[in-house]
Structures are given as structure tokens and as C-alpha cells.
């Protein structure tokens, strides 16, 4: 496997400096944003595109620390429908897919996107569990009318310039879950459309990741290493915990696309994201990893620090001695 960091954790620092913490840790891969929720400074987009940042200097970065770069990351919503978040997204990940192809790069990780309700919506809508009708019908026109002409489209692109767009399975998308990755490669007839195996939204839906793996074969094509864990406030509220507030403006929040924000946790949360290790054994990251290597044994794993418990360099030495000791 090739072991590595999501560098959204380390934006605070240049880009080498960055890959030299990941060497630190005994990895040896890189995932680099490229648009979308994120800033990209550890990655020229623009410059790159225009030949204003040579490709090849920009990539010696990479060869003179030893750490490989084994992905990029444009994670939004490109099929929102406000268009200052919808319309930037989407050019974004047509722009990603265009660098990772000038750049060699041929993973790139994105989410689904969610639509509205229903044309002419305002705000996107996740619907989940459709025993209504209405519920149904609010998913055929998502489906039909939003995203498949959209990820169709997106397919052939990526096809063109050798990448494979890897989806984060991850709620509040049209995609979540193994059935819904299926049905959107089944029904693009995609070729350049997998998932990217994030265990960390799996964990919190009742799902298991290694299950899931097995279930979908070769439909896995990346996979990020962030662990979940259930706390005790679940037993009274379920993993459906809407108790969120929003974070005032003037304590910054971090900005989401156009005039919308991440939003504050509850403080008894019924589920957390941590550190690699600190929801799961080692034991059961031994046989995470293991399930990915029989679909690729040279697949990228890298590590995504959002555990709010513990500082930046510290949730990485936490990960990274877990993943390590895991791969054996």
C-alpha cells in the first residue's frame, strides 16, 4: 500500500515543508487539494494550466522529498444549486481533471454533489429513506435531470485526460453508500468512476467498510484512513443528530462556498471523528488494509486529521503509528 497524508492538515505550511512532515512520519504519499470546500496552496491550479508554473519544477518538489503524489482532492458540490457554489465547483473539478492530467496524477477525490428538491430549488436536499412518493419523486428528477447528465459528462472528461474521479461516500450527497456509488456508475455507464473508500462516513451509518470494500471489487480506486466513534449520547439520539448552531461571524467559520459556513458541533455529540486507532483496533485497521490490497496492493491510503481532540501534528503521529503498524 502507499501510506500518506491528506496535506489539508498542514495548509499553514509550504508545500515542501508539508511533505517533509509526511516523510517525518514514515509515509511516503500525498493528497493535495485542488478546489472545491478548500484553498489550494499547496497546488498552482491556475499557473499550472497557463504554463505559468512549469510542471516539471512544480513536481521536483515531490522527487527531492521523497513523498509521492498519489492524489488530488476537489471535494464540493458542484450540483448545488446556488449557483456561486454549484457553477465554482464544477468548473473546479473540470480544472482538477485538467492539472491531474497535465500532471500525471490519475486519482482525483470529489463527492457526488446533492441538488434542490426539485427545478427551480434553492437549496440542496438530501432525501433519504423515500417511503413517500413525493420523496421519490424529488430523487428521480436528482437523478435524471441533475446528476447523471452532469457525471456523464464528467466521465468522458476524465477518460480523455487518464484520470479516474474517485467519490467520497459521504452523506448529504447523492451518493453515500456502496448502492448509491453503484447506481451512479450503472446508470453514466462510467468507465472513469469509482469510489474512494472513506471509512470515517461508513462507520457512523451502520456500515462496514470492509463489507463494503468486498462488495465493490474494483470499484474501489482510492481510500482515505479516518476513523469514527460512536459515543454513548447515541443510545438516547442515534447517529441523526441534528443539534448543530451555527458559529457567529465573528469567530470566522469556515467557509463552505458562497454565504455558507461549517456550522458548530454538539458538544455531546453521538459520534466524532478521530484519529486512526481511537474508533477501531489496530487489528481491525490490519483488516481494512488488507481488504484494500486485494484490490490493488499499490492502492494510496492516506490519512485525513479531523480529530477535534487532538493537535495537527499530534492526530497525525496517532494515525500514522496506527496505519503503520497495521500494514505490518
Known amino acids: 500500500m502507499k501510506l500518506g497524508v491528506y496535506t489539508a492538515v498542514l495548509h499553514d505550511r509550504p508545500l515542501r515543508e508539508a511533505l517533509e512532515v509526511i516523510k517525518s512520519l514514515g509515509l511516503a504519499g500525498a493528497e493535495i487539494n485542488s478546489g472545491g470546500f478548500i484553498p489550494t496552496p499547496h497546488l498552482p491550479v491556475d499557473g499550472l494550466l497557463s504554463g505559468e508554473v512549469d510542471k516539471d519544477e512544480y513536481l521536483s518538489v515531490f522527487a527531492e522529498t521523497g513523498v509521492e503524489l498519489t492524489g488530488l482532492n476537489c471535494n464540493g458540490n458542484p450540483l448545488h444549486p446556488d449557483p456561486e457554489v454549484g457553477l465554482a465547483d464544477a468548473d473546479d473539478l473540470r480544472r482538477s481533471i485538467k492539472v491531474a492530467g497535465l500532471l500525471g496524477v490519475t486519482r482525483i477525490v470529489c463527492m457526488s454533489g446533492l441538488p434542490a428538491a426539485h427545478a427551480g430549488g ?10 413517500d412518493s413525493a420523496y421519490l419523486d424529488s430523487l428521480e428528477y436528482q437523478w435524471n435531470e441533475v446528476a447523471i447528465p452532469f457525471w456523464r459528462d464528467m466521465d468522458a472528461l476524465a477518460s480523455e485526460h487518464g484520470v479516474r474521479l474517485c467519490i467520497e461516500m459521504h452523506p448529504h450527497n447523492l451518493v453515500f453508500n456502496p448502492a448509491t456509488l453503484q447506481r451512479l456508475v450503472e446508470r453514466t455507464a462510467a468507465t472513469n468512476i469509482g469510489a474512494e473508500m472513506d471509512p470515517s462516513h461508513l462507520f457512523w451509518q451502520g456500515i462496514d467498510p470492509i463489507a463494503a470494500i468486498e462488495h465493490l471489487g474494483d470499484l474501489v480506486f482510492h481510500a482515505a484512513a479516518k476513523d ?58 490490519a483488516r481494512f488494509l488488507s481488504a484494500l490490497a486485494k484490490v490493488d496492493p499499490d492502492m494510496a491510503v492516506n490519512i485525513e486529521h479531523e480529530d477535534a481532540e487532538l493537535g495537527q501534528l499530534e492526530g497525525l503521529e496517532v494515525a500514522a503509528t496506527t496505519l503503520k503498524a497495521a500494514a505490518g
Open 122 to 131: 434553492t437549496v440542496p436536499a438530501w432525501n433519504v429513506i423515500p417511503w
Open 228 to 285: 469514527t466513534r460512536i459515543n454513548d449520547a447515541a443510545k438516547v439520539n442515534g447517529v441523526l443528530d441534528d443539534r448543530h448552531t451555527r458559529i457567529p461571524a465573528e469567530e470566522n467559520p469556515i467557509g463552505l462556498g458562497g454565504r455558507y459556513t461549517l456550522n458548530r458541533w454538539p458538544a455531546d455529540s453521538t459520534w466524532d471523528f478521530v484519529a486512526v486507532g481511537r474508533g477501531h483496533d489496530q487489528e481491525y485497521w
